[in-house]
């Protein structure tokens, strides 16, 4: 099939290179000049593993290109995905502007030549899909006022659940696919662009081997107001269940038992599960914070007040201050002194900062009077360029980071510091106080180093007490 996607941000280039992976014939559009040469030249804005592989190869398959003309590639395309970003505005709510103005330039642009589906993958509130056709209408009534009648358009909704860090194995091995349509003919056409992933019939790309055991992905099809819920009740069940990892962890403080201990002991009871367990600093990122007030909003308007989603955001911002405290409980005075930050990106494997716990800490530390000192082995050059008002001293390495520093702060739980020597960098340190913000050390181990180390929700007890006779 012919498919347009609109926005090239970790959504829309990660999706126009599966489905360009997958034989159909993709055209990536965006706003940003720039983006687009640089991808034209076959660099990437964004770091996602894998990417400019999948790129290669999806090019050479089903063929994929990049412009910011959006409409001759809308007038050509069965699909049409939206992409673009819905960033929080003010009052919580989605600002959907860019996706107005991608709607509007769709219409504009669709002739009576073929039937078209006009998809939207961002994140949006219910109603956007009404909002989405309305302004496609426009679009055709202000451009081809005589053709409205013969020009043919259904309208989906086709959340995404990808992770940015493993965007590329959760695209081609999605756990379930969304359509959210009433219209019939786009969600056949939308079953057909599928097929190859439903019934996963394609080969896998050599680095990323089908997971074992999959035939098939459920394709769920819904109204287009249940997708759109789908979306923000999947984020914001995820946030939440972080937040009451968090929450356990600090009565679990209190009371001298081990956070990680109690997460493994609910989590393998089928009904909690494992995963999203796992208490730290906080989750941030570019959706969790920014889904939880998009619904809050909408719950507002309707007049219910969601009080456990607001919860979830309270807990989560308060989250982030406990590095703070510890810090002080251990250094009483954080003027003058020298903190580590290990790790910037919002989570390992990406470059993303959008809401990353790391800013506010860095911007409070600064506030304090500390210095700041960080090491990430990604989000660096994205930090510095991002954020250039946090005087932060960026450091090639980790152990570069924490020498002379009086504490390290773990922010990002990266796979190289799960092997960092941490003998070495308590022999660095000028106090070797180490705040794991993602409980990622052994304590022992990390006492054994000769670290002075604090988790989150991790008791300092001793684990086995001898009971003294009188
Ligand atoms: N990032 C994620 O992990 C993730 C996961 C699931 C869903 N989402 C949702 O997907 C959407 C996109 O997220 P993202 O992280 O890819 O955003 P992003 O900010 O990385 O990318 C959005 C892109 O859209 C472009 N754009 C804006 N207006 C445009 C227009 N009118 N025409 C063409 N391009 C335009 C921007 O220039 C930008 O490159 C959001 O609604 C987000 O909530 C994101």
Request: proline share 6%.
């Amino acid at each position: 099939m012919r498919v347009t996607v609109i926005g090239t941000g970790y959504v829309g280039t990660v999706t126009g290179a599966c489905l360009a992976y997958l034989g159909h014939r993709v055209t990536c559009v965006d706003v940003d000049a720039d983006k687009i040469a640089s991808l034209q030249r076959g660099e990437l804005p964004i770091y996602e593993p894998r990417l400019s592989e999948l790129l290669r190869e999806a090019a050479a398959r089903g063929g994929i290109d990049f412009t910011t003309e959006l409409a001759p590639a809308a007038a050509e395309s069965d699909v049409i995905f939206i992409a673009v970003g819905t960033p929080p505005g003010p009052g919580g709510e989605a600002n959907l502007s860019y996706l107005e103005s991608a709607a509007r330039g769709i219409g504009a642009a669709m002739d009576a030549g073929r039937f078209r589906v006009v998809v939207n993958k961002s994140t949006v509130p219910v109603g956007s899909g009404n909002l989405v056709e309305a302004l496609l209408r426009e679009g055709i009534r202000d451009t081809r006022p005589s053709e409205e009648k013969k020009i043919h358009f259904g309208v989906a909704s086709n959340p995404e659940f990808l992770r940015e860090g493993c965007a590329i194995a959760d695209s081609l091995y999605p756990e379930r696919i969304v359509l959210g349509t009433e219209d019939e003919r786009a969600l056949e056409t939308l079953r057909e662009l599928y097929r190859p992933l439903t019934e996963q019939r394609f080969d896998p790309p050599p680095y990323l081997p089908r997971p074992a055991g999959l035939t098939s992905v459920p394709l769920v099809a819904t109204t287009l107001t249940s997708a759109e819920m789908i979306k923000y009740a999947a984020n914001t069940f995820l946030a939440t269940k972080i937040g009451f990892a968090n929450e356990i962890a600090n009565i679990c403080e209190r009371v001298g038992a081990d956070a990680k201990e109690v997460m493994t002991g609910i989590g393998l009871d089928s009904r909690i599960g494992s995963r999203f367990l796992n208490a730290g600093l906080g989750w941030g990122g570019s959706c969790f914070g920014k889904d939880i007030q998009s619904l809050l909003h909408t719950a507002g308007e309707y007049g219910y007040q969601a009080r456990l989603l607001e919860a979830a955001l309270a807990v989560n911002r308060a989250q982030r201050q406990i590095v703070i405290q510890k810090l002080q409980e251990k250094l009483f005075i954080l003027k003058g002194r020298t903190i580590a930050l290990l790790g910037l990106a919002f989570k390992p494997d990406t470059d993303d900062l959008r809401d990353a716990p790391s800013l506010q800490i860095a911007e409070r530390l600064l506030q304090l009077g500390a210095r700041v000192k960080a090491y990430d082995p990604i989000a660096m050059p994205a930090c510095r360029a991002q954020n250039p008002e946090l005087k932060i001293q960026y450091c090639e390495s980790a152990l570069d980071a924490v020498r002379d520093a009086n504490a390290a702060v773990l922010v990002t739980e990266w796979a190289e510091f799960r092997t960092l020597d941490l003998a070495q960098m308590a022999a660095l340190m000028q106090q070797p106080i180490l705040v794991d913000g993602r409980n990622l050390y052994d304590p022992e181990a990390a006492a054994r180093a000769g670290l002075d180390y604090t988790g989150i929700g991790r008791s300092t007890r001793q684990r086995v007490t001898p009971m003294r006779v009188p």
